[in-house]
């Protein structure tokens, strides 16, 4: 089984920075891309920005410039680095790992970004 633990949300003003973190553990053999969905209130799970194995990096256009995600694979962590937030990137931040052909997700994490 494998386990994702996230951590860093929180209550942050608008034109604040918030960093998220996202290990994996258990029965890890070769993680492929990681990335990072957000569900807004009343809206649907989407994207925010994947990683592959390689490092190549895809980001949603809402927030292309502002987050930046990474990776340590040493540590089976994905991160995703958060500037100059906005009140609409409130939501529950779910981070995804795929392995081998499996996904598997985090529990969530609330991001509260206030105006």
């Known amino acids: 089984q494998v386990q994702l633990v996230e951590s860093g949300g929180g209550l942050v003003q608008a034109g604040g920075s918030l960093r998220l973190s996202c290990a994996a553990s258990g029965s890890i053999f070769s993680i492929n891309s990681m990335g990072w969905y957000r569900q807004g209130p009343g809206k649907q799970r989407g994207l925010v920005a994947t990683?592959?194995?390689?490092?190549?990096?895809n980001y949603a256009d809402a927030v292309k410039g502002r987050f930046t995600i990474s990776r340590d694979n040493a540590k089976n962590t994905v991160y995703l680095q958060m500037n100059s937030l906005k009140p609409e990137d409130t939501g529950v931040y779910y981070c995804?790992?795929?392995?081998?052909?499996?996904?598997?997700w985090g529990q969530g994490t609330q991001v509260t970004v206030s105006s």
């Open positions: 990683i592959s194995s390689g490092g190549s990096t």
């Open positions: 995804k790992v795929v392995i081998t052909v499996a996904s598997y």
